[in-house]
């Protein structure tokens, strides 16, 4: 087999490659610009590996870097996570956000069209193609959100409904993949994500929410958080992420054309105050926290409903919250 990933040495992308590295001797192809924090640091991780794989620093924004790739290795799976993931950024820069995530999925659907008919794609979308979801009723507890008409989590059939410049650029390379299944028989999976987490993963403000509370609790900072705390997604751990991916090509005859939900699903559903609960148990500290205003077209909740993917592929997560989240730390104090 011959595996391309796009954003190959961001968190999800390192993660997948290097259990392609340790676990097969199938041949892998990294791409990355290497732009976002930590990316450098994941290439040296995967060259400490010690088996060959070709690197390839170029720009999905550019059609002839990602066409290239595409003529010369004919990659039988395409995962296709590089991308632009921050809401604050698209806002601030909405025409690099576009660029990125619109056309940027664009030039890997039409290289793959034209120069790989028989390559598999899976891309990694998101919960915001959904918009803010204010149509729906909540309910407020003491620590979290609840949506009364998907009381154990939201369904594909909700239906899009593009808010800001991310949920935008997201969303088109979201219909994109399923149109150029239906169009041009390309096989796409899409999988729209709420929170992941794991080891490899540089968080920052904008984007990793566990990962930069967990690093602003571990060195005692005050911690703004945007809105009220009681938000609430469903946590996925790097290691199910990965058995996600690398299992989904098996089921691909059932899943191409189709975008499923993913997340940890309700058992690891999480709001921001129940999180520093647990920090503070886990750490033995207090957390100090000020609130600032909501984000704009910020989700009160998004849990994902996994029924979908269920029907054809078996899929449940293996690590809790709980587990993952002492996971989590072990590796940022390692990382501090």
Same mark, same amino acid.
């Given at each position: 087999?011959?595996?391309?990933?796009?954003?190959?040495?961001?968190?999800?992308?390192?993660?997948?490659?290097?259990?392609?590295?340790?676990?097969?001797?199938?041949?892998?192809?990294?791409?990355?610009?290497?732009?976002?924090?930590?990316?450098?640091?994941?290439?040296?991780?995967?060259?400490?590996?010690?088996?060959?794989?070709?690197?390839?620093?170029?720009?999905?924004?550019?059609?002839?870097?990602?066409?290239?790739?595409?003529?010369?290795?004919?990659?039988?799976?395409?995962?296709?996570?590089?991308?632009?993931?921050?809401?604050?950024?698209?806002?601030?820069?909405?025409?690099?956000?576009?660029?990125?995530?619109?056309?940027?999925?664009?030039?890997?659907?039409?290289?793959?069209?034209?120069?790989?008919?028989?390559?598999?794609?899976?891309?990694?979308?998101?919960?915001?193609?959904?918009?803010?979801?204010?149509?729906?009723?909540?309910?407020?507890? @003491?620590?979290? #959100? +609840?949506?009364?008409?998907?009381?154990?989590? /939201?369904?594909?059939?909700? *239906?899009? %409904?593009?808010?800001?410049?991310?949920?935008?650029?997201?969303?088109?390379?979201?219909?994109?993949?399923?149109?150029?299944?239906?169009?041009?028989?390309?096989?796409?999976?899409?999988?729209?994500?709420?929170?992941?987490?794991?080891?490899?993963?540089?968080?920052?403000?904008?984007?990793?929410?566990?990962?930069?509370?967990?690093?602003?609790?571990?060195?005692?900072?005050?911690?703004?958080?945007?809105?009220?705390?009681?938000?609430?997604?469903?946590?996925?751990?790097?290691?199910?992420?990965?058995?996600?991916?690398?299992? @989904?090509?098996? #089921? +691909?005859?059932?899943?191409?054309?189709?975008? /499923?939900?993913?997340?940890? *699903?309700? %058992?690891?559903?999480?709001?921001?105050?129940?999180?520093?609960?647990?920090?503070?148990?886990?750490?033995?500290?207090?957390?100090?926290?000020?609130?600032?205003?909501?984000?704009?077209?910020?989700?009160?909740?998004?849990?994902?409903?996994?029924?979908?993917?269920?029907?054809?592929?078996?899929?449940?997560?293996?690590?809790?919250?709980?587990?993952?989240?002492?996971?989590?730390?072990?590796?940022?104090?390692?990382?501090?």
């Amino acid at each position: 087999m011959i595996y391309l990933i796009t954003g190959g040495c961001g968190f999800l992308g390192s993660n997948i490659a290097k259990d392609i590295l340790d676990n097969s001797n199938d041949e892998l192809i990294v791409f990355d610009n290497l732009y976002r924090k930590g990316s450098n640091l994941n290439l040296d991780f995967l060259k400490e590996s010690g088996r060959d794989f070709t690197f390839i620093h170029g720009d999905i924004r550019n059609f002839y870097d990602i066409s290239k790739v595409i003529i010369d290795f004919k990659p039988d799976i395409v995962y296709h996570l590089s991308g632009q993931v921050a809401m604050t950024t698209s806002i601030a820069n909405p025409r690099f956000d576009f660029e990125v995530n619109a056309v940027g999925t664009f030039n890997i659907l039409d290289s793959i069209r034209q120069f790989s008919k028989d390559s598999i794609v899976i891309y990694s979308s998101t919960n915001k193609v959904y918009g803010d979801l204010e149509n729906f009723t909540y309910k407020e507890t @003491a620590k979290r #959100y +609840i949506c009364e008409e998907y009381p154990y989590g /939201f369904s594909e059939d909700i *239906g899009i %409904d593009l808010h800001s410049p991310y949920g935008c650029s997201k969303g088109i390379g979201d219909m994109y993949m399923l149109d150029f299944h239906r169009i041009y028989g390309v096989k796409s999976i899409v999988f729209r994500h709420s929170s992941m987490y794991g080891v490899r993963q540089f968080s920052t403000y904008d984007q990793g929410w566990i990962g930069y509370f967990i690093n602003e609790a571990i060195n005692n900072n005050e911690i703004t958080i945007s809105g009220n705390g009681k938000q609430v997604r469903d946590i996925l751990y790097a290691s199910d992420m990965v058995r996600l991916y690398l299992d @989904a090509p098996k #089921y +691909i005859e059932k899943m191409q054309g189709n975008a /499923f939900n993913i997340g940890g *699903g309700w %058992d690891n559903s999480l709001s921001i105050l129940e999180l520093f609960d647990i920090l503070e148990e886990i750490l033995d500290i207090k957390i100090k926290y000020h609130i600032a205003s909501p984000r704009a077209s910020d989700q009160k909740i998004f849990v994902a409903n996994l029924d979908k993917l269920n029907r054809i592929m078996p899929f449940n997560p293996t690590i809790n919250k709980q587990s993952g989240i002492k996971k989590m730390i072990e590796w940022v104090k390692s990382n501090n």
